[in-house]
Every structure is written in C-alpha cells, then in structure tokens.
T-cell receptor, first 112, second 113 residues
C-alpha cells in the first residue's frame, strides 16, 4: 500500500531534550516536506527536499533541522525543543515539485 | 515573503446550501492546490490549477484560478454532511522558491443536517 508513515504519532517531551520525528514513504517520491499545523494558522512549511541531499527552508525553519540521505526517509530533528514548538506535525511527499502531495498521519508533539 | 490569505475562517451551512471559500495571494502563483482535511485526519489532495482563468469541476466541487493567478476559489454546490472538514488552498510561486508551498489558514466547514 502506497503510504507515508511517521513515528512517533504522539510525543510528550521536556524543553531542551533532543528528539527526532521520522518520516518514510514507499512511493519513490523525489519531493518531501515537513509542515506544522497550529489552530488558526493553517499548515506552515518547515523544510522541503526536492531530492536526496537537497534540502531547503520553508517559511518556519527556525529550531528545526532535516536531512535527506536516502530517497525514502526525511527525518525532522529538534535539537533543543521549546514549548512554542508544541504542534501537530505532518510529513508529505510527492512525485516531484508541483505534483499532488500525500500526507502522513501526523505527529502530535507537546513540549513542556 | 509570500502570503496566502483564505476566507472565511469558519462557515456553517445547512445541508443543501452552497459553500464558497476564497484564497488570495500576495504574489503571482505558478500553480495552486486545494486540500481537504477531515476532523482528526490528514490533508488530502483535491486538485491543482495551473493556467490563468482555469476552471475545474469535480462533481459538486468547482475550482477557479483567477486571471492574474493571484486568487482562487472553491465552490461546493448543495453541501452534504460528508463535506464537513477544513479546506486549504496552497500556492506555489515560481523562480528560486518553486519548491516552497504556502498554505492558506483554511476554512472550517460545518454542515448541519
């Protein structure tokens, strides 16, 4: 089944404790992206990757890191999480730029 | 940077009424996509518009892209309870920012039976 998976689905952590949210797709998609969703703000793009080893900043990259070492994986790293990073995070992938995006199920992160 | 504004933020309708959500970009877009997110779910792609003045239909849904490629709308005719959810537009500029996708704030649609 074609899908985008994210882990973990739920995470409660404390300020400053490094964490990684994994994202994997099995569709051989070139384009992958991370978004955060907050009430009233819609989805905001954090980082995107147009291919392996190619990443670029979205609209809200501060406090986040990404890497794209393999085509199928695009982990999101929070080196020192803060409470303002409490949010619902979505990973998405598409065949290429300008194609429909397939979203993962989301990761609800709470930073206390 | 590019901004995409979407209105209204909320819309409550009776089943059978029509619904429209509007999207306006601060810059000219190369294309615009629309997504639907059911409560508790993830966004699901509906359609992409690319050409100036383009109109596309999917059953009761009609999508338009403005002539200047700076605005778009989604119109649902005779809403049903299955239409409940949040509708997002997402615009992509051209040039060096082509990989970036900017979403509107979304319109939350409630349909009363």
């Amino acid at each position: 089944e074609a899908q985008v998976t994210q882990n973990p689905r739920y995470l409660i952590t404390v300020t400053g404790k490094k964490l990684t949210v994994t994202c994997s797709q099995n569709m051989n998609h070139e384009y992958m992206s991370w978004y955060r969703q907050d009430p009233g703000l819609g989805l905001r793009q954090i980082y995107y990757s147009m291919n392996v080893e190619v990443t670029d900043k979205g609209d809200v990259p501060e406090g986040y890191k990404v890497s794209r070492k393999e085509k199928r994986n695009f982990p999101l790293i929070l080196e020192s999480p803060s409470p303002n990073q409490t949010s619902l995070y979505f990973c998405a992938s598409s065949f290429g730029v300008g194609y429909e995006q397939y979203f993962g199920p989301g990761t609800r992160l709470t930073v206390t | 940077g590019q901004q995409v504004m979407q209105i209204p933020q909320y819309q409550h309708v009776q089943e059978g009424e029509d619904f429209t959500t509007y999207c306006n970009s601060s810059t000219t877009l190369s294309n615009i996509q629309w997504y639907k997110q059911r409560p508790g779910g993830h966004p699901v792609f509906l359609i992409q518009l690319v050409k100036s003045g383009e109109v596309k239909k999917q059953k009761r849904l009609t999508f338009q892209f403005g002539e200047a490629k700076k605005n778009s709308s989604l119109h649902i005719t005779a809403t049903q309870t299955t239409d409940v959810g949040t509708y997002f537009c997402a615009g992509r500029a051209g040039g060096t920012s082509y990989g970036k996708l900017t979403f509107g704030q979304g319109t939350i649609l409630t349909v009363h039976p």
